[in-house]
């Protein structure tokens, strides 16, 4: 080390000093190398992992979202059948009060008092039946 003191015309600390700041510059370099590999490894093994759990989890948000149509889909089939089928009921009860609504009609229309201005027995009889 004398020599390289010599050749560059420093004292021998000077050169030990610059030979150790090369030497710990060398391996801190070695060093963030090497971790920058194990860095982007252990990034690389992450992200497979979790690029994984990501696709599962969307799989299973599709399935859910596919499930939750098809439940409902099920459910407004069901509250149309049963619209329908209440339709029909109404429509059924609508033709019994039209039928009553016209023989009752028939049957003022033939009463031979119902010029009258008072309401005899069958007039009443009509009207409670109305009720």
Known sequence: MTWLAKVLGLDRLAVVLIIAALALSAAGGAYLYVD???YNRGYDAAAGK?????AEMKAAAV????????????ANNAAKAREAQR??????ENQSLEQKIEELRREADQDPDASRSAV?????RRINQIR
């Open 63 to 74: 399935e859910a979202r596919d499930k939750e149509a098809s439940r409902q889909d099920a």
């Open 87 to 92: 339709i029909a009921e109404i429509e059924a």
């Open 120 to 124: 005899n027995a069958p007039g009443v």
């Open 36 to 38: 920058h590999k194990g």
């Open 50 to 54: 979790f690029t994984a759990q990501i």
